[in-house]
């Protein structure tokens, strides 16, 4: 990728960057204690010392908004490094190999692909018993059927490649030329895929959190935060729409980086 076609994504990639810089220190970047309760300062609107108000507990919000990004974008990511791996890796192996394997998961895939993803997570995440870890279980049990059917088709086109003959003429060995060969050119579309596919886990694991089937109280996430927060949307405005503004501009900025990236990678295919 050359430098003027990178150039385009600086923006993006520096809120993004900044977004997961105070993800990871969110700890030492809240000016209060994110748990800490005040009840005499409940429901306070925002001012010079809480600068987003406080929640009924007399927590500050702006410190469990900044906590809630830890909580929320950490676990998003982690989760999406999960899922884009293992489905990008089985659909390379159903591509690559063919036969039984590749229609025994190619099968399970399409099961799983018949259900609305949400509509799953709802189901097995309440199954599972709630919790943050139970819900992004639930939602990794059917998130990595889209990365396998995408690398499988990609496999498919590059096994017919004339390099690929090449490399079996020259002695290499089934996993050498998957490793070698397979993954590291399907990673672009992987890359873009996964781009575009953060805002959707953040919005799907805080929409878990929303229903009460992801993080438990007291921990600060920005779906639970909304959660707590929906019956004083008129009272106490601020409590809900907080969190909600913090979601809405996460996933607004990793969907534009995401559509800079998959804009960078046509021009340099088209190239």
Same mark, same amino acid.
């Given at each position: ?29 809240t000016p209060f204690d994110p748990y800490a309760q005040d009840l005499s300062n409940a429901l306070t609107p925002p001012n010079e010392k809480n600068l987003l108000g406080t929640d009924r507990y007399g927590r ?55 259900? %609305?993803? +949400?509509?799953? &997570?709802?189901? =097995?995440?309440?199954?599972?018993? /709630?919790? *943050? !870890? ?27 490649? %004339?390099? +690929?003959?090449? &490399?079996?003429? =020259?002695?290499?060995?089934?996993? /050498?030329? *998957? !490793? ?92």
């Open positions: 990728m050359t430098e003027k076609n990178f150039r385009p994504l600086i923006p993006y990639l520096i809120l993004a960057g900044a977004l997961i810089f105070v993800a990871i220190f969110a700890e030492f970047l500050d919000v702006l410190s469990r908004v900044i906590m809630g990004s830890q909580t929320t974008l950490c676990a998003s990511l982690i989760l999406l490094a999960v899922i884009s791996s293992v489905g990008s890796l089985i659909g390379a192996v159903c591509g690559f190999s063919g036969g039984k394997v590749d229609t025994i998961l190619m099968r399970v895939s399409d099961v799983f692909l018949a259900f %609305p993803q +949400m509509v799953f &997570a709802i189901a =097995a995440a309440g199954a599972l018993g /709630g919790g *943050l !870890f139970n819900a992004a279980a639930a939602l990794a049990i059917i998130g990595w059927t889209k990365y396998a059917r995408i690398s499988r088709g990609l496999v498919l086109t590059i096994r017919t490649m %004339p390099y +690929m003959d090449a &490399a079996k003429m =020259a002695g290499t060995g089934s996993i /050498g030329m *998957l !490793f070698h060969h397979v993954l590291p050119n399907i990673a672009g579309p992987i890359l873009v895929t996964a781009a575009l596919d953060i805002g959707t886990i953040i919005m799907e694991l805080a929409g878990l959190s929303f229903l009460g089937l992801g993080a438990m109280p007291p921990t600060a996430e920005w779906g639970a935060m909304m959660n707590n927060g929906r019956s004083m949307l008129q009272t106490a405005s601020w409590v809900i729409l907080a969190p909600g503004s913090a979601i809405f501009l996460t996933v607004a900025i990793f969907n534009l980086l995401g559509d800079k990236l998959r804009d960078v990678m046509d021009k340099k295919s088209a190239a």
